[in-house]
């Protein structure tokens, strides 16, 4: 039987923060990369990383295929509160506070035959006091740098959401 090894993990942080590329790959694989790494957008890359950093089953986020219009966009909405709260770490909103600056990524459907669907990020947007998406209250990130990586990595949520808010109010 082999030997223990405990390790603080405020030490394992420290060692990876000034390693080598290569050694950091090697510490991501021993202790896994969202252990290592304090900002979620160094590591995070996809839907399963968001829910693997929440300690959420992806397959709660699996749209039913008998699923109705209401379901689906709920699942949805869901899924994109998720990738802010993770994404946002401590950062809290207060949609009564006028004065915190809130950002979102802004999306318009274009003609891209580069973009899935014609869907692409446009700009992320901070307000203090208004709302201008046809989405009503939706998920804010704390700067900008968040919510642009929020809406270039995880553009086909934000797809499936409006799609299904879209075709859920049109079979009201």
């Known amino acids: 039987m082999g030997k223990q090894l405990i390790i603080d993990k405020d030490n394992a942080v420290k060692a990876f923060n000034e390693a080598e590329p290569g050694l950091k790959k090697v510490l991501s694989t021993l202790f896994g990369k969202e252990v290592l790494c304090q900002n979620p957008l ?28 209401k379901l689906a966009m709920d699942i949805c909405q869901d899924k994109v509160d998720l990738i802010a709260k993770v994404l946002n770490g401590d950062w809290v909103e207060d949609l009564a506070d006028t004065s915190q600056r809130k950002h979102y990524p802004y999306f318009n459907i274009i003609v891209d035959k580069a973009a899935p669907g014609g869907f692409r990020l446009s700009f992320d947007v901070s307000a203090y006091d208004f709302d201008f998406s046809h989405f009503g209250v939706r998920p804010t990130y704390r700067d900008g740098k968040t919510s642009d990586f929020a809406g270039r990595t995880f553009v086909a949520e934000y797809q499936a959401f409006g799609q299904y808010q879209k075709l859920y109010r049109s079979n009201k």
């Open 42 to 69: 160094e590591w995070v890359s996809s839907f399963a990383d968001i829910c693997q950093a929440a300690g959420e089953d992806e397959a709660q986020y699996i749209i039913p295929a008998s699923a109705t219009y």
